[in-house]
């Protein structure tokens, strides 16, 4: 089980199912994430490849007033379905069962935008034009392997980096 590390909820533990494909981000990250981020009380967020809802229930804790889930694997969807009803969360969150970089390309904007594709994600070129397409001034935290080149297109809007462990944690200001 993974829990959430600070805020309303700290100490509280999610449920992660079965599914060993689904690498919630661990603690060390969490922690180096959120403080590099500051105070998001108030934000609107969306966790994107969203796994249990790790990065969305932490931002929530933390007093972000909305989350966006976006996922497509049937069982993690059931999966923050039941952490947002064990939360008592469920008027401040919206699942949605669809492909993320489609979602983004309607997305209406929110303040912060949490990123953690599968290791090797194939279409990682496609997801950083969309992260392009947001409006000006959102934050976009993307959380790769350490070795993940950034391409020049985004370079210019990379605010920070850290590499924790096997891990790089990749902040952007579109």
Same mark, same amino acid.
């Given at each position: 089980?993974?829990?959430?590390?600070?805020?309303?909820?700290?100490?509280?533990?999610?449920k992660?199912?079965?599914?060993?494909?689904?690498?919630p981000?661990?603690d060390?990250?969490?922690?180096?994430?959120?403080s590099?981020?500051?105070?998001?009380?108030?934000?609107?967020?969306?966790?994107?490849?969203?796994?249990?809802?790790?990065?969305g229930f %932490? !931002?929530?804790?933390?007093? *972000?007033v909305h989350c966006?889930?976006?996922?497509?694997?049937?069982?993690s969807i059931? +999966?923050?379905?039941s952490?947002?009803?064990e939360l008592?969360?469920l008027?401040q969150i919206?699942i949605l069962?669809?492909?993320?970089?489609?979602?983004?390309?309607s997305?209406?904007?929110?303040?912060?935008?949490?990123?953690d594709?599968p290791?090797r994600?194939?279409?990682l070129?496609q997801?950083?034009?969309?992260?392009?397409?947001l409006?000006e001034?959102?934050?976009?935290?993307? %959380? !790769?392997?350490?070795?993940l *080149?950034i391409?020049?297109?985004?370079q210019?809007?990379?605010?920070?980096?850290r590499? +924790?462990?096997e891990?790089?944690l990749?902040?952007?200001r579109?």
């Open positions: 089980m993974i829990r959430i590390i600070a805020g309303f909820f700290k100490s509280r533990h999610l992660t199912g079965k599914d060993r494909t689904i690498r981000t661990q060390r990250v969490k922690e180096t994430m959120f590099i981020l500051g105070d998001i009380e108030g934000q609107r967020v969306v966790d994107l490849f969203a796994g249990t809802g790790n990065l %932490e !931002a929530i804790s933390r007093g *972000a966006t889930f976006v996922e497509i694997n049937r069982q059931e +999966i923050i379905q952490n947002a009803a008592s969360v008027e919206d069962d669809m492909d993320a970089i489609r979602f983004l390309k997305s209406e904007g929110a303040d912060i935008y949490f990123a594709p290791y994600f194939p279409k070129e997801l950083f034009d969309s992260f392009l397409q409006p001034g959102t934050t976009v935290v993307l %959380e !790769a392997e350490k070795e *080149a391409p020049s297109s985004i210019s809007k990379l605010t920070s980096r590499i +924790i462990g891990t790089s990749n902040f952007m579109v």
